[in-house]
């Protein structure tokens, strides 16, 4: 019988699903999967069901041959995983695309809201008992509605964060995309530079890789104005951390909002310490509904590879 590992522990019906089709190893440990770990799973099992972290780079590939013939990736990312050295070693690399549009887009929202009303940091008041009480001027935000948002990313989930913009709050919409997208509401493409320039929140969503490493650079950040928040909900390396510190300690922007981290899952002590930065713990998708959407939507991709030797999803 075909032999799956599952990297992390799953949602009990993937599970299911996964054993109902296949001989299934589920590793219990949530922590991130080790090179040596890696390889032998490429040796042991037919399939292997990865997630964020499990980093299959070329050298874990290498040159040879082996027994893995996909990795079925838990997620719509996946530039954790070197599909072209997977590729020339016979490994076919699939993802789950449209299965976490809305819930990301809803944390971009949440994060977006967080960050311009300071919501956190008037919890952490609550919290630590140090509200004395409403006064006209405790906590002043940003008013959300009716600014411009602007949407670097407008794929499945830039677009639907985009949607929420317009229609939940009246704002303007302006976006970077490699070409215009046909939107059932007023956007606007510019070029980044223009966006950052004009968007009161600009919210990252384009996918990680090579490409889009540190496009949000010190040199990004300064084109924003002072009033601006910054929000990211796709990939940590997408944003030069170090310069992220040195603009919001400076007053360069206003504030961030953050799902995502370069190092996950260390995020820097100085981001920790500032109270203009809202930072949640890659819960982008965290809801048990899109989960298993993920979960079930990665089994499908083993399912249907094994059958039919082509995966509906595969990215290389």
């Known amino acids: 019988m075909t032999r799956i ?22 590793r219990e440990s949530t922590a991130v999967m ?27 590939f290498g040159t040879g041959a082996h027994r893995c013939k996909i990795i079925s990736n838990f997620g719509v990312g996946y530039n954790h995983i070197d599909a ?35 919501a956190g940091e008037g919890e952490r008041i609550v919290r ?26 407008m794929g499945r989930i830039g677009t639907a964060i985009a949607r929420r913009c317009h229609y939940g709050f009246g704002m303007d919409v302006l976006y970077t995309a490699r070409s215009d997208k046909d939107v059932p509401f007023p956007a606007t493409r510019l070029p980044l530079d223009e966006v950052l320039a004009r968007a009161d929140i600009s919210i990252l969503c384009v996918p990680g890789g090579a490409d889009t490493r540190h496009m949000i650079d010190a040199a990004a950040l300064a084109m924003m104005p002072p009033h ?42 100085a981001l920790i310490a500032m109270e203009n930065v809202t930072l949640l713990p890659h819960m982008g998708t965290g809801t048990l509904e899109v989960r298993e959407r993920i979960g079930m939507l990665a089994t499908e991709n083993l399912r249907a590879f094994f059958e039919t030797g082509a995966a509906p999803h595969a990215v290389n």
């Not at 590992?5 to 296949?22: G, K, S, Y």
């Not at 080790?34 to 050298?59: C, I, N, Q, W």
């Open 84 to 118: 072209a050295a997977a590729r020339a070693c016979g490994i076919t690399v699939t993802n789950t695309p449209g299965a976490v549009t809305d819930a990301t887009a809803d944390i971009g929202v949440t994060l977006m809201l967080m960050s311009a009303r300071r």
């Open 34 to 60: 080790k090179p040596a770990e890696m390889r032998a799973a490429l040796a042991l099992y037919d399939g292997v069901l990865a997630t964020l972290g499990d980093d299959f780079s070329a050298e874990i």
């Open 128 to 153: 630590a008992g140090k509200w004395d009480g409403w006064h006209p001027t405790q906590l002043l935000g940003t008013h959300v509605s009716g600014k411009t948002a602007g949407i670097i990313g």
């Open 228 to 269: 601006a928040h910054l929000i990211n909900v796709a990939r940590g390396d997408i944003i030069d951390e170090a310069a992220l510190i040195t603009a919001l300690q400076n007053g360069q922007i206003a504030g961030a909002g953050l799902d995502v981290y370069e190092h996950e899952p260390k995020v820097p002590a």
């Open 5 to 26: 590992l599952l990297t992390r522990p799953l949602p009990a019906r993937v599970i299911a699903a996964a054993e109902a089709a296949f001989e299934v190893e589920t």
